[in-house]
């Protein structure tokens, strides 16, 4: 078994605390015993706390059992998945401090109970296993999680952009490569090559390579656009400006080793994002979208050609300014993919504030609903490109109604080539659901020219008739109706007996 010292010491306080109880006995009783303190003998048990041998042996005697069986990290049967929690090394490895949790509460905890917890813990290694979820998958999630819990918001970060952004003079709109890479070869030693893909052509889909031993060198792929360019060198000022140490040295990611390491690489692309789209800017911007009478998707074109902005910069970075500066929190953001000629979408990305909105990841493979703007988008990108048509970029807007939910959306979405992933088109969505407060602040929702339509999650989950865009039968729903009925037929065989 493969623990670190944290976790054995709450295996360890975790079976002095079991055979305590198996003897029944308090813990002055067993400080009696012992010669121990009670308190010392509590923080033990909290997995605080791993005592020297002599004292582990004075406690073995007094649990009536050996020292090494005392210090033995197999664990009985009814404590076993809890074992097996601790040695896939996923609560030491979340970020518990963020919320407020103590991962030693949370053994403690699950040990109250151990014939019903553990069977809900196996209960969840067994999903995880089933689902594939790997470690990675937990990180992300704590990293929604802890997005979600601030709006998307981090007014320490924001602070510190304005206060840079003024002491290297930097401009409000369009900041040059130029200059930041200046900044980074004057001040932080930064020399920059070109990633030679030719060599290595496994490295293509690869944006950037930092190498910090001797000097610190960045590897750019050449193929990269201007706008991507920018953002990851202004990403690389964030790591610096924020004196992080434990980051990603590839982008994007070929492996995320810690939680440590992917938050920090947020907080670096929040201050990229925030230096590039600057808050005040940005809002008197998005202000005058939303007072137009009739949407206008030219418009969402002329903001990401104003900062130099990808599509996925400008919907992060509203995921932040709308619940901020318009109170518009009800809302999500997704990032889907789509390789070349095929009928298939992959949820790469997703952020819901307030609430688990309706359209959100799937692992078990079912087909999102072709409805959705977000694939629409991707269609027409490439039927473009099957006709050779010179528009890469496509924006569209629509006011999507949830079928059997009173839920409704006005959804933004952008579809564009995932460069330098060639034969990939990548679309992001940011949905704000409609409520009374979108209806103030947003003009062309009464536009009659916006699309609406109904929508629902996966075709398996979706009791629309007659869907020419259906791709799987609602499988889901047949199964749920199916046992309705034999709930309806055993209900009426209970009411006709006792009559």
């Not at 020292?67 to 970020?95: C, R």
């Not at 339509?453 to 020419?468: F, K, Q, W, Y």
Request: positive net charge; contains cysteine; proline residues 4%.
């Amino acid at each position: 078994m493969n623990l670190s010292g944290e976790n054995i010491k709450i295996i360890f306080g975790l079976k002095s605390k079991q055979k305590r109880v198996d003897l029944d006995l308090t813990l002055q009783q067993l400080s009696k015993k012992s010669g121990l303190s009670a308190s010392y003998l509590n923080e033990i048990e909290k997995g605080k706390k791993y005592p020297k041998p002599e004292k582990i042996s004075k406690l073995a005697q007094a649990l009536e059992t050996t020292y090494e069986e005392l210090i033995s990290l197999k664990l009985e049967k009814k404590l076993a998945p809890i074992g097996a929690l601790l040695e896939a090394n996923v609560l030491s490895e979340l970020p518990l401090d963020m919320f407020g949790v103590d991962a030693a509460k949370v053994i403690s905890l699950l040990a109250e109970a151990p014939s019903k917890v553990n069977a809900f813990v196996s209960t969840i290694l067994e999903i995880a296993r089933n689902n594939e979820l790997r470690q990675e998958h937990f990180f992300h999630t704590a990293l929604r999680s802890y997005q979600e819990l601030n709006f998307n918001y981090f007014s320490d970060i924001e602070k510190l952009v304005d206060e840079y952004r003024t002491k290297k003079s930097l401009p409000i709109v369009d900041v040059k490569v130029g200059q930041i890479k200046k900044i980074l070869s004057d001040d932080y030693g930064y020399t920059f090559k070109d990633l030679d893909v030719a060599m290595y052509p496994e490295l293509k889909g690869i944006r950037s390579v930092f190498v910090p031993k001797n000097k610190n060198v960045l590897f750019i792929n050449p193929s990269l656009s201007d706008k991507q360019k920018i953002f990851l060198l202004t990403r690389e000022l964030g790591f610096n400006v924020l004196d992080i140490a434990d980051r990603p040295l590839t982008f994007a990611y070929v492996k995320v080793n810690s939680f440590d390491e992917l938050h920090n690489n947020f907080r670096a692309s929040y201050f990229s994002v925030a230096l590039l789209i600057d808050s005040n800017e940005i809002v008197s911007d998005i202000k005058y979208l939303f007072s137009q009478k009739s949407f206008k998707p030219e418009l969402i074109t002329n903001i990401l050609l104003k900062y130099n902005a990808s599509p996925e910069m400008l919907f992060h970075r509203l995921t932040s300014i709308l619940p901020k500066h318009f109170n518009i929190r009800s809302l999500f953001f997704l990032r889907f993919n789509n390789p070349n000629h095929e009928d298939f979408f992959f949820l790469s990305k997703e952020l819901h504030l307030t609430k688990k909105h309706n359209p959100h990841g799937n692992r078990i493979r079912e087909h999102y609903c072709r409805r959705w703007v977000a694939l629409g988008v991707l269609k027409d990108l490439a039927l473009n490109q099957k006709n050779k048509l010179p528009q890469e970029t496509v924006v569209r807007a629509q006011i999507s109604n949830y079928i059997g939910s009173p839920n409704e959306y006005l959804c933004f979405s952008i579809a564009r080539p995932m460069s330098p992933t060639p034969n990939v088109n990548s679309s992001v969505t940011i949905g704000l659901q409609v409520n009374a407060v979108l209806r103030r602040k947003i003009a062309f929702l009464n536009d009659l020219s916006l699309v609406t339509r109904e929508v629902s999650s996966t075709c398996e989950r979706c009791p629309a008739e007659n869907c020419a865009e259906r791709v799987a039968e609602p499988f889901v729903v047949i199964r749920r109706d199916e046992k309705q009925k034999v709930d309806d037929a055993l209900d009426a065989l209970s009411s006709a007996t006792s009559e």
